[in-house]
Structures are given as C-alpha cells and as structure tokens.
C-alpha cells in the first residue's frame, strides 16, 4: 500500500464518521493531517470510540498504548459558577492516525 494512500483512506475513514453538513456537499476538503479531531471534526468521546474500533480493525494497527480518556478527559462538575476547572488535553489530529497506521501500532501516549 502507499503511503500517500494510507493517508487519504484515513481521511475519508474520519471524513465519513463526522457527518456532512447541510448546505455543503464536500466536507471531507477541509480536513488535513494537522486537523484536530476533538477542535476541528467535532466528534464526541462515543463517536471517536467507534471510529477507532474501525481504524484499529481496517489499518491493523496495534492498540496497545491507546487511552480515549488521554484525549477525552473526565471533567468534573463543580455547582460553583466562578470556579473554571482547566482540563488540558493533548492533540488529537488525522496526522496521528496517519502516522501510525504507517507503523502499525499506536505511536502516541
């Protein structure tokens, strides 16, 4: 398989998970390798676990390694208004993905 191939398969891979919108027929354009799937397609923690149950299965990449929860963290829930609680969360990006399914195994902690 080519590696240029890799990449676009796993752009259309996302590209179908995130849905379309409603007055634009190609979506799937402005995703990039450097697209943030958390920021920029907007999957929630669910629909990211079943894309990633079908990326581990479609590009038999090793998932050892792989924690949603490092990418989608709990938040605790605090009844004080004033009180922000600041959760930092790593990237998350179609490169990632990318990357490791050219190495076969999860790359990133």
Do not use: C
């Not at 998970?17 to 923690?45: A, C, P, W």
């Not at 990211?48 to 605790?76: C, H, N």
């Amino acid at each position: 398989m080519v590696t240029d191939d890799i990449a676009k398969q796993v752009i259309d891979l996302v590209t179908r998970r995130s849905g379309v919108y409603m007055f634009r027929r190609k979506k799937y354009d402005t995703y990039t390798e450097e697209s943030n799937i958390h920021f920029d397609v907007k999957l929630d923690q669910d629909d990211v676990e079943e894309l990633m149950e079908e990326y581990f299965s479609k590009f038999q990449v090793k998932r050892e390694g792989f924690k949603i929860e490092t990418y989608y963290p709990e938040v605790t829930f605090s009844w004080n208004p004033f009180e922000k609680q600041i959760v930092d969360i790593p990237d998350f990006t179609i490169g990632m993905l990318i990357e490791s399914a050219k190495a076969g195994k999860w790359l990133y902690d």
